[in-house]
């Protein structure tokens, strides 16, 4: 990969550091070799993947399922009721807040990702006083627990006229995120800073610096970011109850939907428990992340990859 550093400069003429350095990167975790150990493992991962795919398993019986068989715990019905996934698109507006929520997320997961990675590469190349105190200050922010901020950033909004639009949801996010500037700004430290002396040679501004070398050369830590953000924003309940819930219905996101759907099928609130349509509404809202991790994942898998041999 062409963001991991190179240990040459710094270990030329010192074989003994050489040896070390490929002996580390000989170190592989080896597989069981014998019979009997290479069989445990596969029981063992694929009890892991079953214990892990249940709830996504009762999900898609449950949505198959008729008002009176949701919740009896068969992962295969005993009466098949396909037409639910045709009804609910008429008892609820589902397409109207999986709009929302992939605008919401899209603007948040943009958003964030590339103003944490303009702050994240002013710490990594930069050198300037209080760079050390600055960027502790900002990690600090990663102590404070949400409820602190919750009333002021909400009277913010309140202040600028913004509540009930989607404003709220994502706005605060051109401002970058402390952990995600960590992240990224531990990927631009990886980067040989001789590619940035000899692009400033060039007549190179600071701007061209980071957009022409650092993104190209750190595309998984931002995929990482996007995909980090794309999956908190979706499944942001929270910020939407906050912001959206005294609006129309047809202006929800879709975790913010479904709990408008259980308490209008509760039986409790004059429902008649057809909780079929929050099934199947709760497996349709799960596919856009699914597709999105697997157009993602081989750019996700690298990143990974990538931070654990740097460390």
Do not use: C
């Amino acid at each position: 990969m062409a963001i991991t550093v190179p240990a040459a400069a710094s270990l030329a003429g010192r074989p003994e550091a050489t040896v070390a350095v490929t002996a580390t990167r000989r170190r592989r975790i080896r597989p069981p070799q014998t019979v009997i150990g290479r069989m445990l493992l596969s029981i063992v991962g694929i009890a892991v993947a079953l214990v892990l795919l249940y709830p996504f398993a009762w999900l898609l019986a449950a949505s198959l399922k008729p008002r009176g068989e949701v919740f009896d715990n068969r992962l295969i019905p005993k009466t098949l009721q396909p037409s639910n996934f045709a009804d609910v698109w008429q008892q609820l507006p589902l397409l109207a807040w999986i709009g929302n929520s992939v605008g919401i997320a899209l603007l948040a997961a943009t958003a964030v990702a590339v103003s944490s990675s303009i702050v994240a590469f002013g710490f990594a190349h930069f050198r300037f006083p209080g760079r050390g105190v600055l960027f502790g200050l900002v990690l600090a922010t990663m102590m404070l627990p949400g409820a602190v901020t919750m009333v002021p950033i909400y009277l913010i909004w309140k202040e600028t006229g913004l509540l009930g639009t989607w404003a709220p949801l994502w706005g605060m996010n051109l401002f970058g995120s402390a952990f995600y500037i960590f992240l990224q700004r531990q990927f631009y430290l990886g980067l040989p800073r001789e590619l940035f002396e000899a692009a400033r040679l060039d007549g190179a501004s600071s701007w061209a610096l980071f957009w022409r070398i650092a993104m190209p050369l750190s595309v998984p830590s931002f995929v990482i970011v996007f995909l980090f953000e794309f999956q908190a924003s979706w499944n942001n309940l929270q910020a939407a109850l906050i912001y959206l819930n005294a609006g129309s219905p047809e202006d929800f996101t879709a975790p913010l939907g479904i709990a408008y759907a259980m308490t209008k099928y509760s039986p409790t609130n004059g429902g008649h428990g057809d909780y079929q349509y929050v099934m199947v509404a709760a497996l349709i809202v799960t596919l856009p992340m699914l597709i999105l991790f697997a157009f993602g994942q081989r750019h996700f898998i690298d990143g990974v990859a990538t931070q654990g041999r740097k460390g």
